[in-house]
């Protein structure tokens, strides 16, 4: 099931409430791009794709709004590692062949 993300620009994350806890992906911003720092989701709702849920909103944010992208944050720099539709934003990746 898919949650609506906010984004939250004062405290610089995206938000997913959850039905008692809170998902999240902190970043920062830079000159012409943004860096992942961080996901984290409650461990009442692992393997739910709640993490896959977020990835997956960030990275289009950052492609609707033409931002390179820097995945600090393990989880993101692994998501990318599998959707190779994103390597092509991401300056920590080299786009493969699709």
Known sequence: MDHPVIHDTKR??????LDGGRALVTYR???GGIAFLH????SAFEGRGIA?????????YA??????????????KSY???????QSISLFHT????
């Open 80 to 86: 990318i590692d599998r959707h190779p539709e994103y």
């Open 39 to 42: 996901t984290e989701v409650p």
């Open 63 to 76: 492609k609707e709004h033409q931002l390179k992208v820097k995945p600090y944050c393990p989880y993101i």
């Open 95 to 98: 786009p493969t062949a699709e």
């Open 29 to 31: 911003l830079f000159e």
């Open 52 to 60: 896959a849920q977020l990835a997956n909103h960030v990275l289009e």
């Open 12 to 17: 610089h994350r995206f938000v997913l409430e």
